[in-house]
């Protein structure tokens, strides 16, 4: 049996360790990045959308890991954050209204160019998947669009 070459060697071991420096680094930030509570330095330097680097939302926000209704996009509904913000900075009440009315106004404005991103992102990725198919033959193009279909539970546009 031949030895393989030191290439392969090579190959191998730095696959090796990057795949070592991978799973570590998931390992890293599911248990101990994830941990980061109240009183920490990401905690405290939220703004506006309640979302620091990494971390749960301020305490009370609804949604996975506390980070409101919107993901990591959006942070606790405009007037939890408005409480919370009155409570650290004592607010009068005209200031909690006037806040309250520029984060929903924010909210809003952020949702909508969400969804045209969204919109854009679905256009470019459709046009990719008709200049691929434009390369293949009739019967491949749709077993090609079956299988986007299948791997991104998208639909499709069919056969062009």
């Known amino acids: ?28 930030e599911r248990t101990v ?7 920490s330095r990401v905690q405290e330097s939220r703004g506006p959308g ?14 996975p890991g506390g980070r409101g209704r919107g993901g990591p996009m959006f942070g606790p509904p405009p007037a939890e954050y408005v409480d919370a913000l009155g409570r650290a900075v004592d607010l ?3 200031q909690r209204t006037e806040i309250l009315t520029l984060l929903q106004a924010q909210e809003t404005r952020l949702q909508q160019m969400q969804e ?22 009739p019967d491949q193009a749709t077993d090609f669009r079956a299988w986007v279909t299948e791997r991104t539970g998208l639909r499709g546009r069919g056969p062009r």
Not at 13 to 24: A, C, H, K, P, S
């Open 116 to 137: 045209d991103a969204r919109r854009v992102f679905i256009q470019e990725q459709s046009d990719l998947h008709d200049r691929i198919a434009a390369v293949m033959t």
């Open 92 to 94: 009068t009440d005209a």
């Open 1 to 28: 049996m031949k030895m393989p070459s030191p290439r392969v060697w090579l190959a191998t071991f730095m696959t090796l360790v990057f795949t070592i420096g991978l799973l570590g680094g998931i390992v890293l």
């Open 33 to 39: 990045l994830n941990q980061i509570g109240p009183g």
């Open 50 to 63: 309640g979302q620091g680097a990494r971390g749960p939302g301020i305490p009370g926000a609804r949604g």
